[in-house]
């Protein structure tokens, strides 16, 4: 399975590292464009390739948006997505960095709506890259991330992503609810926990 990183900023760059060193393949891109990711492309070596976002979302099995939440819309073709698991790790802040009112829905409920034909999956947004840098190779007991999504095989397939990088993949439930736990606000983003107290917190 190659998967398509669609930004290349620091959290992006982070998921290329560890999924390339975790033996899986990526295309990158980026708003700026392939010629832009030279340098990190040289890093990762014959794993990685560069493309544009239309580019990556025909070439991959499987799609993360790493860019800010309000570049997402239009930045896919849907035909591009139809059928494809398409992670949607943003986050919806508003002008002074505080969580954005969406008037009681997800953020990733937006995203659904952009791209209905995509199999969508909120994940891999609540870890600040430096953590998820290093976390998954850390002994002790694993660290969570977390799958919220209506597409119960989709959600299997990324949290078999998240254990080839080290992590447990704990299930938050549907789209909706399951998703605003983990988005700005919620009570799992920015809170690193390990799997049994995710798990506990989880099941309340």
Not at 169 to 186: E, F, N, Y
Request: hydrophobic content about 45%; aromatic content about 4%.
């Amino acid at each position: 399975m190659s998967t398509g990183i669609i930004g290349t900023g620091r959290i992006g760059s982070v998921l290329a590292r560890i999924l390339v060193a975790a033996g899986h393949r990526v295309v990158l891109a980026n708003a700026s464009g392939p010629h832009t990711i030279g340098p990190l492309l040289a890093e990762l070596g014959p794993a990685a390739r560069a493309a544009t976002p239309a580019e990556a979302a025909g070439r991959a099995d499987l799609l993360v948006l790493m860019v800010p939440f309000d570049s997402v819309r239009g930045l896919l073709p849907p035909d591009a997505v139809e059928g494809k698991v398409l992670v949607d790790a943003t986050n919806a802040f508003g002008g002074q960095g505080e969580p954005r009112d969406l008037g009681g829905r997800g953020s990733s409920e937006f995203v659904a709506d952009w791209y209905p034909g995509a199999r969508l999956v909120k994940s891999l947004n609540t870890m600040h890259f430096e953590t998820l840098a290093v976390a998954g190779r850390e002994s002790g007991e694993r660290l969570a991330h977390y799958t919220a999504g209506d597409d119960a095989e989709a959600k299997k397939t990324v949290a078999g992503i998240i254990t080839d990088l080290g992590f447990a993949a704990v299930d938050t439930g549907p789209l909706h609810s399951g998703g605003i736990l983990q988005q700005p606000g919620g009570p799992l983003f920015n809170r690193p926990l390990t799997e049994a107290q995710a798990t506990a917190w989880t099941s309340r």
